[in-house]
Each structure stands twice: as structure tokens, then as C-alpha cells.
């Protein structure tokens, strides 16, 4: 009686057992942490490369203009005009298009930026731009060469503009200009388009 009670008793524990190594198997597999696969990692801002993925990364930011810059005399000021430290005044360069005199006069006075107050200069302030040995803008083309505006280049905005309007008028339809690329005054028609004739502004600096 005592032999046929053993092998039950064997086949009891055995089945005991296995019952509870299956228990354990499954706790454990429950309670541990969910691994990610390797697309959802990367979705969540981890890149191969150790850096941030594209999804995750700021947007490019545009370079700023680069104007150019001069030292020491000219200052370029937020709003866009420049101011002359040899004479105190500041001055704001037109659109790089030829103007008639007229033209130019209207473009002055509906000029607002910077505060506004702005005139038309006289030639002898713009005479006091040029420098011989300095180049702004590309300057008139004849003859296939280029006549260029010998200022700093802190006014390169003049473009290809060789001459800029006075606000000083002539005898009969004629105004006062100034020759950048000689340094010296000229006069012609306020309605001539031939030269490349731009519109400067200027006023006391602020």
C-alpha cells in the first residue's frame, strides 16, 4: 500500500511544480516594461546619429541681410538710413531707379521712414559724399565700361546710379546735380532719364 502511494506522491510534486515555474513565467512577462521598437524611438526624437530627428528639430531661421558696413565716419542706423559723423547729418538712399527731378522731389516728401523730416540736399552736401579713392553700387554703363559712384560703400544702394539729385533748381526747366563718379556739379533737365540720376534724402541726425 505504502509503494503505490509514492509514485502518486511523485507525480503530485512534479505537477505542483511545473504549475508554479508556469505561474512565475507569466508574472514576469507581465511586469516587464514594454521595449519600443526601433521606428518608434526614432519617432520620438532619438536620431541614429545621437542628435535630435528632423520631426523634432526647430525650423531654420533665414540668415540676416547682410548690408554693407563701414567704420569709423558712417553708421548705419535700424531703421536704414545713415548717419555722417564728419558732418551730422544723416541720409537715406532712394530706390535704385533712374528719377526725374520731379520725380525724385515727390519720393522726398512722401518719405516717412525714420521718423520722417526729410528734404532734398543741397549740392553742396552731397559734394561732401565723394571720396575718389572708395566705389558704391555699379554705376552707369557706356561705352561697355562702368561709370561707378565714387563714395563709400556704406551707400552701395545707389546701384547702378552715377548721379543724385539736388533739391537746387536751375535757370528755365534745368536742376543741380552731382557727377559721383567725377565729384563735381552738373546741370540738365529735370525731365532727362539718359543718366542714371537716383534721389538721396537727408536731414540733421537724430
Known amino acids: 500500500m505504502q ?10 510534486f512534479f505537477a505542483r511544480t511545473a504549475f508554479l515555474s508556469l505561474a512565475l513565467l ?8 514594454a521595449q519600443d521598437a ?17 520631426a523634432a528639430a526647430p525650423a531654420p531661421q533665414a540668415a540676416p541681410q547682410q548690408r554693407p558696413q563701414s567704420g569709423g565716419r558712417y553708421a548705419l542706423t535700424a531703421c536704414g538710413s545713415i548717419v555722417d559723423s564728419a558732418t551730422g547729418l544723416e541720409w537715406f538712399v532712394g530706390p535704385d531707379e533712374t528719377l526725374t527731378w520731379d520725380r525724385a522731389a515727390a519720393w522726398v516728401r512722401s518719405l516717412g521712414a525714420c521718423g520722417g523730416g526729410w528734404s532734398m540736399p543741397s549740392v553742396s552736401q552731397l559734394l561732401a559724399l565723394y571720396e575718389s579713392g572708395k566705389t558704391a553700387g555699379t554705376g552707369f554703363f557706356l561705352n561697355g565700361k562702368r561709370w561707378p559712384a565714387r563714395m563709400d560703400p556704406v551707400f552701395s544702394g ?16 534745368a536742376a543741380r ?13 529735370k525731365f532727362n532719364t539718359q543718366y542714371t540720376t537716383r534721389a ?3 536731414r540733421r541726425a537724430r
Not at 507569466?26 to 516594461?33: D, E, N
Not at 545707389?158 to 526747366?173: F, K, T
Open 177 to 189: 546735380s552731382v557727377n559721383f563718379n567725377q565729384g563735381k556739379e552738373v546741370r540738365y533737365d
Open 26 to 33: 507569466i508574472g514576469l512577462s507581465r511586469s516587464a516594461p
Open 38 to 54: 526601433p521606428g518608434e524611438r526614432m519617432s520620438q526624437g532619438a536620431s541614429l546619429s545621437g542628435g535630435r530627428s528632423d
Open 200 to 202: 538721396f534724402a537727408v
Open 158 to 173: 545707389i546701384g547702378e546710379g552715377s548721379w543724385v539729385w539736388s533739391g537746387e533748381e536751375a535757370s528755365g526747366s
Open 3 to 12: 509503494r503505490a502511494l509514492i509514485p502518486r506522491a511523485s507525480a503530485l
